[in-house]
Nanobody, 124 residues
């Protein structure tokens, strides 16, 4: 069992930056693939970024490549999402998730544990 708590969301102007954190409690955080998802009003939850247990493999959805960076610190049981050059279309609730799948899946149904989400709002 893993409990996930996101933080770091907020209101930012277009072009600005935010850093999201996801603190995990429970057993063996380093065993899990971690992902960030987002959900805008009226839209489905979408994959944003994922990272394998070691941090050596990272994947991004095309719309955030070059702007967002996912990282993890297994000693601190924390995964991060650095978001730069934010755009209004990045506005959404951002969720952290943990998966037992070692292959960094993009489907939300492949993730076993979820945080409560943190709101990110980008104004134009």
């Amino acid at each position: 069992q893993v409990q996930l708590v996101e933080s770091g969301g907020g209101l930012v102007q277009a072009g600005g930056s935010l850093r999201l954190s996801c603190a995990a409690s429970g057993r063996a955080f380093s065993r899990y693939t971690m992902g960030w998802f987002r959900q805008a009003p009226g839209k489905e939850r979408e994959f944003v970024a994922g990272i394998d247990w070691s941090g050596s493999r990272r994947y991004y959805t095309d719309s955030v490549k070059g702007r967002f960076t996912i990282s993890r610190d297994n000693a601190k049981n924390t995964v991060y999402l650095q978001m730069n050059s934010l755009k209004p279309e990045d506005t959404a609730v951002y969720y952290c998730a943990a998966s037992n799948n070692l292959l960094v899946p993009r489907g939300a149904d492949q993730y076993d544990y979820w945080g409560q989400g943190t709101q990110v709002t980008v104004s134009s």
